[in-house]
């Protein structure tokens, strides 16, 4: 396709959500509820299955059963982050766990009770729902509010910034030769974390299967890195422990059936490493591997068949790969222990404390911008309820900063230069040669493998070093060059090349978190082979960063507690 170009499109609102998902749904349905402000959200799929939600879920993680309390909840994910999260930001989302599910019952999700017409609790934190509809039960709560416009197929790829605040953002459609600026009083970013950094377990036609969903790049992230934003505890990665190949969640069959994990002598060896922890959960698999104790299993061999017909329901409503193989292999978890692995790592804010750095409001340190679900850090644990809570709070909190604000504008040379930008990525608006000096998919691959191998992959057995982590920085910063020469031939391809430009900017602040945190607080998570113990006295603080002049500053800050309201002063 020769001489394609984008046309530009100028929209106003009063609220900008970028990203339709979990928080992003929750967010606008606050603020037509509580508000006559207009809102648009910008969601690259389509809000009735885009997102983590996508395909459902099974149960709600975090949620105040009988007997528990927010306090509760709040030592429960201090203990598993061991210290480094906003205490603040987690008591405020545990607080609303119970109030956002009842009001998703009331929208229509299926929530399972007992005969005293009491949730049925999976643990001191789990509630079951029947939640495979959960994403188009948001989408038709939002399509009934007027004062909502969805913007879908819109792939949002930068802030527009003026004065050093945030008053919009720029994106392009990828169904229609569409350039979009957006000009918004406030703006809400509620977009996913980051997959795909690393090289995955399966390769070639399966590497998208995987545990995060693929179209989750971290595109939020590196918006806010790229506008200067400041950002908090990208070390703090995620690695999850799941079925082998099929990347199936373990959690429903260790708490649903109390299978532990055994090695290959049939011996339990979680114990060994410590207080079971989530990344204690990974680390001793690891290890038993490494050791030549593996392969690792839970331990389901010899469960009920009534059990084993429970399995089969709960995979096929959230995971159905990991149902079909039990079928077609004709063994099920009752005859045969299930295989377990660790994933590639991922950044996520709604299960470690990657993200933003925000105020208790949810605000950003850019003016104007609010954040909330995964791409939000400091609360980790927040699953879908609290990805709820913040979206909620996020969006009380740009109502009260929209009062009295007009729109902000750009000269149209400002919007011009943007859309040249993009437009210089498509085949035939280029000078001399039409393909760039790489594809999209071979930039991908350099990417996974450098992190694979110098910045702690599934290759290394998630360890870095600090040799390996300046490689890492040297070559992913050669590749943000090689990106600008990429092509695209249509807007699918357009969009996959901002896709991975914001995965490589990912990267690269990961790799400087990575650096700066000298201890080994998370095992596996963040295992730095320099700094092989945990160091109390001078490591309880949150690493963040602020990419300045195409440099990541590193900052350290002190913990915040639960009752300080903390406000950004720098």
């Known amino acids: 396709m020769r001489d394609m170009k984008l046309e530009p499109v100028i929209l106003k609102t009063d609220v900008l959500i970028v990203g339709g998902g979990t928080a992003g749904c929750y967010a606008a349905i606050t603020l037509a509820e509580n508000s006559d402000a207009k809102v648009i959200i910008a969601e690259k799929a ?20 009988k007997g528990q309390t927010p306090e509760n909840y709040l030592n429960y994910a201090r203990n598993d982050a061991e210290g480094i999260l906003r205490e603040d930001l ?31 609790a999976r643990g001191n934190r789990n509630i079951k729902i029947n939640g495979e509809n959960i994403k188009p039960i948001l989408a038709s709560a939002v399509a009934e509010k007027e004062n909502i416009q969805v913007l879908s197929r819109v792939n949002i790829i930068d802030y527009i910034l003026k004065d050093g605040k945030v008053i919009g953002a720029y994106g392009f459609s990828t169904e229609k030769n569409i350039f979009y600026a957006i000009f918004a009083k406030a703006v809400i970013c509620t977009t996913g974390g980051a997959a795909g950094l690393y090289k995955p377990n399966n390769p070639g036609f399966s590497r998208h299967k995987m545990w995060y969903p693929p179209f989750n790049t971290g595109a939020g992230y590196a918006m806010g890195i790229r506008a200067g934003a400041e950002m908090t505890t990208f070390e703090m990665r995620f690695i999850a422990l799941r079925c082998k190949d099929t990347i199936a ?32 959960r990974l680390y001793s698999t690891v290890m038993e591997n490494k050791d030549g104790r593996g392969p690792c299993f839970l331990k389901t061999k010899g469960i009920t068949k009534e059990q084993e017909q429970d399995l089969y329901k709960a995979y096929f409503n959230m995971a159905p790969s990991q149902t079909l193989r039990w079928i077609e292999n004709g063994r099920g978890p009752a005859s045969e222990n299930v295989e377990i692995e660790g994933t590639e790592p991922y950044i996520i804010g709604g299960h470690t404390a990657s993200g933003y750095w925000l105020d208790t409001k949810r605000a950003s340190t850019l003016e104007g911008l609010f954040a909330a679900g995964d791409v939000a850090g400091g609360g980790p644990q927040k699953y879908v309820t609290g990805s709820f809570v913040e979206g909620e709070i996020a969006a009380f ?10 729109h902000s504008a750009l000269k149209e040379e400002e919007i011009k230069q943007k859309l040249e930008e993009v437009n210089r990525y498509l085949v035939g ?25 110098y910045a702690g992959g599934i290759s290394s057995g998630y360890v870095v070093n600090t040799e390996k ?41 990961l790799i400087e978190h990575l650096k700066a945190r000298k201890e080994t607080r998370w095992h596996s998570f963040h295992e730095y082979a320099d700094y092989p113990l945990k160091d109390d006295e001078n490591w309880l603080k949150y690493v963040n960063s602020r990419y300045e002049a195409g440099e990541v500053k590193i900052i350290m800050r002190d913990l915040v507690k639960k009752g300080e309201n903390y406000e950004h002063k720098n």
């Open 46 to 65: 389509n809000i009735k299955r885009s997102g983590c939600l996508a395909a459902g879920v099974n149960a709600l993680n975090a949620y105040i059963v």
């Open 90 to 120: 987690v008591y405020t989302m545990a607080e609303g766990f119970n109030r956002v599910t009842r009001k998703m019952e009331k929208l229509g999700l299926v929530i399972l009770k007992d005969e005293n017409g009491d949730y049925v």
């Open 249 to 280: 969640p373990t959690g429903t069959i260790s708490q649903g059936v109390g299978a532990e994990q055994v090695n290959s002598q049939d011996e339990e060896y979680e114990k060994k490493y410590g207080v079971p922890k989530t990344s204690v």
């Open 397 to 406: 909190s740009a109502l009260r900063f929209i009062k009295s604000k007009d």
């Open 429 to 453: 608006n280029e000078e001399g040669n039409e393909s760039g000096l790489y594809g999209i998919e071979e930039l991908e691959d350099a990417m996974q493998k450098i992190m694979d191998d």
């Open 469 to 509: 982590l300046q490689i890492a920085g040297q070559r992913i910063e050669e590749l943000l060059k090689l990106s600008k020469t990429l092509k695209a031939k249509d807007l699918h391809e357009l969009m996959f090349i901002y896709e991975v430009v914001d995965r490589l900017y990912v990267s690269k602040v």
